[in-house]
């Protein structure tokens, strides 16, 4: 049985690039952020990695000695550019850029996942996005633990019509919640069979925002008296009634802003969380939830995943890997 091939799987973000190279069994990852002379650092991350995988050696086990570059990306150009020439230079093969689909479909072992895009035009969904979806379909196990069958189906789904044997036909709505420069809310709509096995990923859309650390520094260089206290306010506990603390009212404006989307999308079952600022995300939804009325006060159960983008990307490397290698030569 060949052996999948050797994959270096790129997110380049707004602010940083993340990275994991996969080769055989091998799996290394790590983070750059664009800072100045960041090109040299990198390249100088990647060398030290292959040093340690034996590179060539490991290449002998893999079939064949290409690399397929798999990426997603939304960052200025001039960033995005200079990652994939040096990847060019470190990890010669194919390069393959992400792009959301109206359809798709993963295999993960015995598992067959359908996944679809109800944006209008799925081109036009942010490939970082759409990784993410991906990646949240290699949560399958652990979304066991609550999916459960539902019988209201959304309105515009196309996953129900795909039902497979013993499938249950309605969906449970979760959230993918990137919480980086911007704030990416992503509604999905998921269907599980009556073990909680899942089938379906519907991307519904979502909501795009100034993330926590816009809106803080937002506040810092356009007000006057402002500045001081947005620093305290990202230190801000939970507290009961109208905030009469200017920290306070800083912590719980950007909180109601951040989670805005209480109002306006269907509550989900779970989130699935990453991004820089996933820590303090977290912490906007207690805020948020502790002066809610009940039986709305209980936050939803909320999954980090830090590498949810990569995860995506490595699920569709394993497809590419499926294909036959170009010619040589």
Not at 3 to 31: C, E, F, M, T, Y
Not at 167 to 187: C, E, F, I, N, R
Request: charged share 15%; glycine share 10%; proline share 6%.
């Amino acid at each position: 049985m060949p052996v999948a091939r050797p994959s270096l799987l790129l997110d380049i973000g707004n602010s940083a690039v993340k990275w994991r190279i996969q080769a055989g069994r091998h799996r290394l990852g790590g983070r750059q952020e664009y800072t100045a002379g960041f090109e040299k650092v990198l390249k100088a991350q990647w060398s030290n990695r292959l040093e340690s995988l034996q590179w060539p050696a490991v290449s002998q086990s893999c079939d064949g000695p290409a690399w397929q570059v798999v990426y997603s990306s939304v960052a200025k150009k001039k960033f995005a550019e200079s990652v994939l020439r040096l990847a060019r230079q470190s990890f010669p093969g194919e390069q393959h850029m992400l792009r959301a689909q109206a359809q798709t479909a993963l295999v993960l072992g015995e598992d067959r996942i359908g996944v679809d895009c109800q944006y209008r035009q799925s081109l036009s969904l942010g490939a970082d996005r759409w990784a993410a979806v991906l990646g949240l379909a290699a949560q399958g196990r652990r979304l066991r633990s609550f999916l459960s069958p539902r019988r209201a189906t959304p309105k515009g789904g196309r996953g129900s019509s795909q039902a497979s044997s013993g499938a249950a036909a309605g969906p449970t709505p979760l959230w993918l919640v990137s919480a980086g420069t911007a704030t990416v809310v992503d509604m999905v709509w998921t269907w599980a069979d009556d073990n909680g096995r899942l089938w379906q990923l519907s991307h519904q859309g979502g909501l795009i925002l100034p993330g926590i650390g816009l809106m803080r520094e937002a506040l810092s260089a356009s007000t006057g008296a402002l500045g001081p206290y947005v620093q305290a306010s990202a230190q801000a506990g939970l507290f009961k009634g109208v905030p009469r603390q200017s920290h306070q009212a800083i912590a719980r404006g950007i909180a109601a802003a951040q989670l805005g989307a209480l109002l306006v999308l269907p509550r989900p079952s779970a989130v699935f969380l990453h991004g820089g600022y996933a820590q303090d995300w977290r912490r906007c939804l207690r805020m948020v939830c502790s002066v809610m009325p009940a039986p709305q006060k209980a936050a939803p159960q909320i999954f980090e995943i830090p590498e949810l983008v990569l995860d995506g990307l490595a699920q569709w490397a394993k497809t590419l890997s499926a294909r036959p290698l170009p010619p040589q030569g």
